[in-house]
């Protein structure tokens, strides 16, 4: 196991010395004169006066969120919580009020419009709902736009193409037509689209939530296990939570243009910060959610490992069947590439399973809006 | 009179129109001036024309004087590479036969000729100013109430600046026709893309595409049916101001009709209108049928 673990930490690391994205200070209104009012906003003026008074909408108010290189993290929100909004910021294609959205080094909202270009060509990709495929272009030629639009050699291109297209799992299909596709199809070339271009950072503007559930749980596994080797910067805006918490390595909570609270997901689930995410979590089927890393203790040094080994990723009702079907009381926890993290007994499991009766206990303080976690 | 006027003074009833000597002098001083400044300008303008004169006469010449049965091919291959159809061809060819065999083949080819000059320029000019039209609202904002000017003012009111300035005469009458058949291309080309799935729109934005990317892989291509729409109906609207426009020389089957007019030849004017109807329905089965086949990956929809 330890040879395999090698691989691992040159990952990290690699990962580690990418830049990430950090949003600093983002407000964004929207109306006729936004500039105007930026002031009486940040003095705090609220969303309804200003609508009411003055006619302004207030899109986004004071987003500081920072978004780490190589993973998944989830922007979620109920539709109007302007987490569209928000993502469109970060490749510009909305320019902010006030703030700053740094990515090596470069404030993306200073950007004239050729170096923004330039880093929509080379640094992100998107993927859209509704897919937004060229009806009039094959898979092929949809997959290749990305590199066709910034230059690349036809032959060059088309042989990355084809190698994203077979990726998601539709080769074969390269000549059809997006009109011949299902839409979870279609997505799957949505996805290619994004991936070919190579870009770092991938934007996906609830990307799976067009889809019929089970074909929305395949999606989310391609990406997942697309991401266990990619180490892409994905930011990933969903309104539904199951998809935020399977998928996020870390989640930002959005509500009427403001965050609500940042972290994993247990974080959310075990800690929410207010009412409103106590609300939200409550319904939660915590053994779906729940990952063994959240309830994994330290395995101690004199403690012999046991020998069935679990994801770190997976849930605990997972582990459960797992650890019954082989009979065992205890199971080593393993992260990526099967590095060890810790261990978890059966009794560990049932414990994360049951929510806790009442509110959530006081002494364990909610991580706040900008809380790390 | 006052007392038929309700009771009222007589400016309230008779409208106190400008007297008569004052109108006639501003008809003079305006046709005058515009006449003065035709001809100071008469030497540049026919200039300027010229080659569109040599153009047009060497068009006609190439249609009329080849042998029907090469220009018959020749049409009917364009109609088959443009609708891959056999009984378009079949109809094309039928009518093309009827209209020579009543003596109207060398008009017909006259007319031809125009239409196709025609059309070629209102697209050239049109399909430009709907693109701006698209791109600008303000733009947009200055195009409409021109178009609605010229697609409302009738046509035989502007055929007079145009004659005084260009005289009588083929170009004359290609100009008349062109400024009646663009209106419908700059419309369509407008509406077409800014109709286009802004969803399609932004992905393109997303990845990086220049305004000239955008235009080319996106907006027109997804905005094709409406630009198919628009050289259809300028296609139409030529065909029928052909007609108008044999008033100021241009001569074809309109000539027939206006002759025919004149002279209450009932026979000579049903011929020469049919034969326009059918030319009409060949170009415009041809452009549609064409249009749908651009679009065949429209037609494959999943479910």
């Known amino acids: 196991m330890t040879d395999q673990s090698v691989p691992t930490l040159e990952d990290e690391d690699e990962v580690a010395t990418r830049p990430g994205l950090e949003i600093r200070g983002l407000y964004k209104i929207f109306g006729p004169s936004p500039s105007r009012w930026i002031g009486a906003v940040k003095a705090g003026m609220t969303k309804t006066d200003l609508n009411r008074r003055h006619g302004h909408v207030l899109g986004l108010t004071d987003i500081s969120l920072s978004i780490p290189p190589g993973r998944i993290t989830v922007i979620m929100g109920l539709s109007g919580s302007g987490k569209s909004t928000l993502i469109r910021h970060i490749n510009g294609l909305i320019a902010p009020t006030a703030g700053e959205i740094l990515f090596d080094g470069t404030d993306v909202c200073r950007m004239s419009a050729a170096e923004l270009r330039g880093f929509r060509r080379s640094r992100t990709a998107m993927v859209f709902q509704k897919f937004a495929l060229l009806p009039h272009r094959t898979v092929l030629e949809n997959t290749r736009y990305g590199l066709d639009i910034r230059g690349v050699p036809r032959a060059e291109a088309e042989r990355a193409a084809r190698r994203w297209i077979a990726r998601v799992g539709l080769g074969g299909y390269e000549n059809s037509y997006p009109s011949q596709l299902s839409g979870g199809m279609q997505q799957r070339v949505g996805l290619a689209r994004a991936l070919a271009t190579d870009a770092e950072i991938l934007l996906m503007d609830e990307a799976f939530s067009a889809l019929d559930p089970l074909i929305r749980l395949d999606m989310q596994r391609i990406l997942l296990e697309l991401q266990e080797e990619l180490h892409r910067t994905i930011v990933f805006i969903t309104h539904d939570l199951d998809e935020a918490l399977r998928l996020g390595d870390r989640i930002a909570i959005l509500r009427d243009g403001r965050l609500e609270q940042v972290g994993t997901g247990q974080d959310i689930v075990l800690r929410p910060a207010n009412d409103y995410i106590a609300a939200f979590v409550h319904e939660v089927n915590r053994a779906r959610v729940i990952r063994l890393s959240a309830v994994a203790t330290p395995l101690a040094e004199t403690e012999e490992a046991p020998r069935l080994a679990l994801p770190d990723r997976l849930v605990l009702e997972e582990a459960a069947r797992e650890m019954l079907a082989a009979g065992a009381e205890r199971a080593l926890v393993v992260g990526p590439r099967r590095r060890p993290l810790g261990i978890v007994r059966i009794g560990d499991l049932l414990a994360g399973m049951v929510r806790p009766s009442g509110r959530p206990p006081t002494d364990q303080a909610p991580t706040g809006p900008r809380g790390k976690p | 009179m006052a007392s038929a006027c309700w009771g009222l003074p007589d400016a309230f009833c008779q409208f106190p129109a400008m007297d008569g000597k004052s109108l006639l002098l501003m008809r003079r001083t305006i046709d005058g001036t515009f006449r003065d400044i035709v001809r100071s300008w008469s030497g540049a303008i026919d200039a300027a024309t010229a080659p569109l004169q040599i153009a047009l006469n060497a068009l006609e010449r190439a249609f009329t004087s080849t042998p029907w049965i090469v220009v018959l091919a020749l049409v009917l291959a364009i109609v088959w590479a443009g609708s891959r159809s056999w009984r378009i061809v079949a109809g094309t060819a039928v009518a093309m036969l009827a209209i020579g065999w009543f003596g109207l083949w060398r008009d017909t080819m ?75 291309m700059i419309r369509l080309t407008n509406l077409g893309i800014r109709l286009v799935d802004a969803q399609v729109l932004e992905a393109a934005e997303a990845f990086g595409s220049s305004g000239r990317q955008k235009l080319w892989n996106v907006q027109l291509p997804l905005a094709l049916p409406a630009l198919m729409t628009g050289v259809n109906q300028t296609i139409m609207m030529a065909l029928s101001m052909v007609v108008v426009a044999s008033m100021v020389g241009v001569g074809g089957l309109g000539k027939n009709v206006l002759q025919a007019i004149n002279n209450q030849f009932f026979t000579l004017g049903f011929l020469n209108g049919f034969a326009l109807v059918a030319i009409a329905i060949i170009f415009d089965r041809t452009s549609q049928a064409f249009g749908q086949r651009l679009q065949q990956y429209r037609g494959a929809a999943h479910d």
């Not at chain 2, 000059?117 to 733009?139: E, H, K, N, Q, W």
């Not at chain 2, 502007?158 to 008349?176: D, E, N, R, S």
Request: net charge positive.
């Open chain 2, 110 to 184: 006259v007319t031809l000729a125009m239409v196709s000059v025609c059309t070629a320029m209102a697209v050239v000019i049109g399909l430009p100013i709907g693109i701006a039209a698209a791109r600008s609202d303000r733009m947009q904002r200055v195009i409409n109430p021109v178009l609605d000017v010229m697609q409302t003012l009738p046509s035989f009111v502007y055929l007079i600046p145009v004659v005084v300035i260009f005289g009588i005469g083929k170009v004359p009458g290609m100009i008349a026709v062109v400024i009646y058949a663009v209106p419908p």
